[in-house]
């Protein structure tokens, strides 16, 4: 501070340099005391009394600082006259055997008496209670509260930090349409796992996972939670915000924590969200975090980590750019199954125009017409068309001051203003499919691409 004097500053320095030196501490504070800076004093000697909580000079010095009268030292009680009778020492108990006969009184005469504690009526009590609030803001607790691990970190147990679904009530049958990819799901991974005696007949392994792909708002979510619904397993969702990390080897960490979970709570889905994102082509990735956690990720899928594998472990992603994705993770035996997730047909988007209108307040709205003219349109855009018209019904009853229902004119007119979010992303899987189909990964999106008479 500016207004220190040399002395004070001077202390200070040495001080900081040796916080295990009491005396020196003491002295610091007993000069702040002299200069009437008696809460630096009081703090002083709190941390003195840290470090020596027994120190008598250091509680003194405290107790002048706040302004409280010091203590009075106990005075020793005389001792009273001893009655003749007991004087005796036939008197005195006998000792049991093996033991040494106690001593009379008189035979230690250098010992001072054990003093009693001071009387409620000697002397104002320092009340410690008080001073601790004084400097609680000052000085910090000296031990914590709670049990640390070994490590740093606290008790409880990694498990917790993964937030894992419990086994929903969602499954195929609540999909509308999409009878295509029920069947693949069926066929790739559903079967095997409902029938283990056939599966091992036909020594079907259950190793590897499901990749779904295909364009935004489509329900490749939708139908992961589906799929767990129908094994009866817990669900995991990962992104890349829950694995990416700051500190060198925290991601993947993360990334054998998840996987750890995941075996723990076995039957388990772990959804891999925005695959591309989490496990990008390691060739294009500048960043080594990035190339590391697709390398962990891949250890993870094998089981190498774990001894029992991933038995009861099924993993599925979920990406609108598989392209993008490293092909190391669609090798055999990880993500090696692919189901492209297409814009909902024509069931499916009467099923979720349905969803979507059955709290609004509706009037012979005409489905056939409103299918008819969202064909290409996801799941997401259907949801918006739905709001739009519910806009445009809010506004005109706002503006009349009377409640208007919605209309098929107010659906068919907001089916207009939106545009397929789908159209771009057919746009680059087009070029895709038609020239870097390598291995015939997109067959099922050039044919698709072929029955729209898009190529």
Not at 103 to 119: G, N, V
Not at 208 to 226: H, N, S, V
Request: one cysteine or more; charged letters at 25%.
């Amino acid at each position: 501070m500016a207004d220190e004097s040399p002395l004070i500053r001077s202390l200070r320095a040495a001080v900081a340099a040796a916080p295990g030196d009491v005396p020196l501490r003491l002295h610091f504070a007993e000069l702040l005391l002299s200069e009437g800076r008696n809460d630096e004093a009081v703090a002083e000697a709190a941390v003195a009394l840290q470090h020596a909580p027994g120190d008598a000079d250091a509680r003194a010095l405290m107790m002048r600082a706040m302004g409280l009268p010091p203590t009075p030292p106990a005075t020793p009680p005389t001792p009273p006259a001893a009655p003749a009778a007991t004087s005796s020492p036939a008197q005195a108990p006998a000792p049991t055997p093996g033991e040494s006969a106690p001593a009379p009184a008189e035979s230690a005469p250098d010992q001072p008496p054990s003093s009693p504690p001071a009387a409620a009526g000697d002397g104002p009590a320092f009340d410690w209670a008080a001073a601790e609030q004084q400097v609680q803001d000052v000085v910090g607790p000296r031990f914590l509260e709670g049990p640390q691990a070994a490590d740093g970190e606290g008790t409880a147990g990694d498990a917790a930090a993964w937030d894992v679904d419990a086994p929903g009530s969602v499954r195929l049958a609540d999909v509308g349409g999409m009878d295509e990819v029920k069947d693949r799901l069926e066929a790739a991974f559903l079967a095997p796992m409902r029938n283990p005696e056939l599966r091992r007949l036909y020594g079907k392994s259950l190793r590897g996972g499901l990749l779904l792909y295909g364009p935004p708002g489509c329900g490749k979510t939708f139908i992961a939670r589906a799929v767990a619904g129908e094994l009866g397993a817990n669900f995991l969702t990962v992104s890349l915000s829950d694995v990416l990390d700051m500190w060198i080897g925290a991601s993947e960490k993360n990334i054998h924590d998840i996987f750890e979970t995941a075996r723990r709570q076995a039957p388990c889905v772990v959804f891999l969200d925005e695959l591309d994102a989490l496990g990008a082509k390691r060739s294009r990735t500048h960043s080594s975090g990035l190339r590391n956690v697709v390398n962990q990720l891949l250890t993870e899928l094998d089981g190498i980590a774990s001894g029992a594998g991933n038995e009861g472990v099924f993993v599925l992603a979920a990406t609108n750019v598989p392209w993008d994705v490293d092909i190391a993770l669609r090798r055999p035996g990880r993500l090696d199954r692919t189901l492209l997730v297409l814009p909902p047909d024509a069931t499916a988007r009467e099923a979720i125009l349905r969803y979507h209108l059955r709290e609004r307040p509706i009037e012979a709205v005409d489905l056939g017409k409103l299918v008819k003219a969202t064909e290409d349109f996801s799941g997401a855009d259907l949801a918006h068309v739905c709001e739009t018209a519910a806009e445009t019904a809010l506004l005109d009853s706002a503006r009349s001051g009377s409640v208007r229902l919605i209309s098929t004119k107010d659906l068919l007119g907001a089916a207009k203003q939106i545009k397929p979010s789908t159209e771009p992303w057919f746009a680059a899987a087009r070029n895709v499919a038609m020239f870097a189909n390598e291995g015939g990964l997109y067959d099922d999106l050039l044919a698709h691409l072929k029955r729209k008479r898009k190529l």
